[in-house]
């Protein structure tokens, strides 16, 4: 650390004018008497304290140059830097304040740029006896960089108007110490400014910096649209704040954000990249963010330990106020924990995100968290609305709960409209979330909707809505006493990845979960219609649910066979087994080319262990384009020109097979096909004929095996051949007008 010595620079220039003119004109009685007054002058420099600024690394606390104002001095009128008139010290260069005032304030002179220390003063202009509507201190179109040392108090005046500090727009503030020892408390004592900030009614705050000390900023709490702790006026935004150290403590006034905009005012730029913080909006304000009925802004944390609560009237911990959208919130560090407030007259404020609101309002703005944040959001829980218009307060509807991260309750009948922006939550962090309660009528017979952990809060007739879509193309096929359901993923994983699915049936409410699709519903009444429904789950809770499936008849199998869908995929050595025996799907093409307008059957087998078997199997396209019936036919409309689909047989115990098909616009020829086959095989042994096309683009229409003697040697749909009985055997393979014969020999 480093120090320069700050001396009287203009002082010691004069003393040595004075001196040169006294040397010039040769008086001797005047010599002297300089003398002795340089020589008194002299012992009152050397004990004079010297005053250090320290400039370490990083931030810089500066204090100003020995030019000491004491607020409570109402006689000395004027000194370098500053004057004094009519109870105001008006600053013009650095100063160091002191001293304890009830009836004096400071202005800094606009347009000057000055360092400011303030030691042990308190400016309280808020007393009974000195009724006025003035800032303690007042920096309009000023820089300064103020450095804390001991404990300093700055109120504003009772009369509508006036901040402890006011930096309005077009201001800039920078609070500096050097550790949290120092600080600073300032508090609004009206309705019309911040306690840091904008002093009136519609002045939004100006550049407020805090990097270092212990700030308490305390809005006004005893009336109705106030303004904020640090940021703006009553219905003006918060301005641009920066927190980037020590120890800062706000509350809002009524309806006010802690930090952000006054009643009626948007949260402006907030950004936090450390310190420790705590915030606390005020019936109906952000914590963080907005004031009542505004946007939370933009809110930027990249570290730091913040706690930020809407404290009551459906603000958002860190967002929008009541009524509010959430802005746009980055969080990529820090540890953070948010509280949305308690619903009073709509639905609980979302921990991070939308305020509590009405229809239309309250959205979730756009979130995301990332980096290495830590974040626990809450929602505040929805309340219940009395009517207070006759004689006994009647109640008249209930709210719901805000989300944990994502929009606030409300308290409608209509649901949650107030929206889901987007969610992105990717941190090597721990994120917790969970939604509100909704507010429960006095006999407890009915309530509101819960928040949901991450998404849309609630209403008073409903739950939110998670951000986790519902998966889509939900699909059900049934076996014996089951059935096997096959779903799409949603398109939005609700900011973090999907970790499982649950499928439910109906009636009967029977579960079933799995990580991937398709799932088996077990433990299915034969004789009994099912419709199934699937909901996705995230680190955050279950998702929306999904529409239900077509329904579909589990019964009991015939002759050991399945019981819906069934197609023949085998030859004379196939025999009928129970669908959930099945172990294996084989084609004898994993990829194939259509031509548009056209048809091709998949040829698919279904085995249990080694054996072919007869099985109803379930078939889909991920391509809503190209349709693909239950016996594996594949259709491509002629408007399709190009594309491609993943076409998927699935058993009823799930065992699946995956074919892609290729779209062209034009018919392909083949040109040549070979088939790849052994030469001999002992008898019980199989093995798959290996089929390549040429050109490997030419577009099918259809592929056959057949075998010259099946009880001698047998060849199924996919390709498979299985010595049964010695002897010499041709297979011959068909791919559209082409045919190739192979010979094999069973030993």
């Not at 002795?36 to 009152?44: E, F, H, I, R, Y």
């Not at 013009?92 to 002179?109: A, K, Y």
């Not at 020590?246 to 509350?251: C, H, K, P, R, T």
Request: glycine share 20%; net charge positive.
């Amino acid at each position: 650390m480093k120090y320069r010595i700050i001396g009287n620079e203009r002082q010691e220039g004069r003393l040595m004018l004075r001196l040169r003119k006294l040397i010039k004109h040769g008086s001797v009685r005047g010599l002297s008497v300089f003398l002795c007054a340089a020589l008194v002058g002299a012992m009152s420099l050397a004990a004079a304290p010297v005053v250090y600024a320290a400039e370490a690394t990083g931030v810089v606390p500066l204090q100003s140059s020995g030019i000491v104002i004491d607020v409570n001095d109402s006689i000395t009128p004027s000194g370098a830097g500053w004057t004094y008139s009519s109870g105001v010290f008006t600053v013009t260069g650095d100063v160091t304040l002191t001293g304890s005032t009830t009836v004096n304030r400071v202005v800094v002179q606009s347009g000057s740029t000055v360092n400011i220390t303030l030691k042990n003063v308190t400016i309280d202009l808020g007393s009974i006896i000195a009724k006025n509507s003035f800032s303690a201190f007042d920096m309009t179109g000023a820089t300064v960089n103020l450095t804390l040392v001991g404990a300093n108090t700055l109120k504003s005046g009772v009369l509508g108007s006036g901040a402890g500090i006011r930096v309005p727009n077009g201001a800039s503030l920078t609070i500096n110490a050097i550790d949290a020892n120092n600080s600073l408390t300032a508090q609004c004592n009206n309705s019309g400014g911040a306690a840091i900030g904008g002093g009136y009614r519609s002045e939004p705050g100006g550049n407020i910096t805090i990097n270092g000390g212990t700030i308490n900023a305390y809005g006004y709490q005893l009336q109705d649209g106030s303004g904020a702790g640090i940021g703006g006026g009553t219905q003006a935004a918060g301005g641009n704040i920066t927190i980037n150290g020590g120890v800062v403590n706000a509350d809002g006034g009524l309806y006010a954000a802690a930090i952000g905009g006054g009643a009626w005012g948007a949260g402006g730029n907030i950004l936090i990249t450390g310190g420790i913080v705590n915030a606390t909006g005020n019936k109906s304000g952000a914590g963080i963010g907005g004031g009542s009925a505004c946007s939370g802004g933009n809110i930027t944390i990249t570290g730091g330990t913040v706690s930020a609560s809407g404290k009551n009237g459906g603000g958002a911990g860190i967002g929008g106020g009541v009524g509010g959208d959430g802005g746009t919130i980055t969080i990529s560090g820090g540890d953070i924990i948010a509280v949305g407030g308690s619903g009073i007259w709509s639905g609980g404020g979302a921990g991070v995100g939308g305020g509590g609101g009405t229809p239309n309002s309250g959205g979730s703005g756009s979130i995301t968290i990332t980096g290495d944040a830590n974040v626990t959001a809450t929602g505040g829980d929805g309340p219940v609305i009395y009517n207070y218009g006759g004689m006994t307060p009647v109640v008249e509807s209930v709210g719901g709960g805000g989300a944990g991260i994502g929009s606030g309750g409300v308290s409608d009948t209509n649901g949650v409209v107030g929206g889901i922006g987007a969610i992105t939550i990717d941190t090597t962090g721990t994120v917790t979330a969970k939604g509100g309660a909704g507010g429960v009528y006095p006999d407890g017979n009915l309530s509101g909707g819960n928040g949901a952990n991450v998404g849309a809060g609630g209403s008073s007739s409903g739950d939110g809505t998670p951000a986790l879509g519902a998966p889509t193309n939900v699909a059900a096929a049934a076996g014996d006493r089951q059935a096997v359901v096959s779903f799409t993923a949603p398109a939005n994983n609700g900011g973090s990845a999907i970790t499982g699915y649950v499928v439910t049936s109906s009636p009967g409410g029977m579960k079933a979960t799995g990580a991937v699709s398709p799932i088996t519903v077990t433990g299915l009444t034969n004789g009994t219609a099912y419709t199934f429904t699937v909901t996705a789950t995230n680190a955050f809770g279950p998702g929306a649910v999904s529409a239900a499936s077509n329904p579909v008849t589990p019964l009991a199998k015939t002759d050991g066979g399945s019981n819906q869908g069934t197609d023949n995929q085998g030859t004379d050595n196939q025999k009928t087994a129970a669908a959930e025996n099945v172990t294996k799907l084989d084609t004898p093409l994993k990829t194939v080319w259509v031509q548009s307008g056209k048809s091709f059957t998949i040829p698919c087998v279904a085995y249990d262990g080694g054996t072919a078997i007869q099985a109803g199997l379930m078939w889909t396209s991920s391509n809503d384009k190209i349709k693909v019936s239950d016996t594996g036919k594949v259709t491509v409309p002629k408007s399709l020109k190009k594309g491609k689909t993943t076409i998927t047989a699935t058993a009823a115990n799930g065992v699946a097979l995956k074919v892609t098909v290729n779209v062209s616009g034009t018919a392909v020829k083949l040109t040549k096909a070979t088939v790849r086959a052994p030469k001999s095989l002992m008898v019980g042994q199989t093995k798959k004929l290996g089929v390549k096309l040429s050109p490997a683009k030419a577009t099918l229409t259809k592929i056959t095996f057949k075998s010259s003697k099946a009880s001698g040697l047998s060849v199924d749909k996919a390709g498979n051949v299985t010595a049964l009985a010695k002897g010499k055997y041709t297979v011959t393979v068909k791919v559209n007008g082409l045919t190739v014969k192979k010979q094999i020999t069973v030993k």
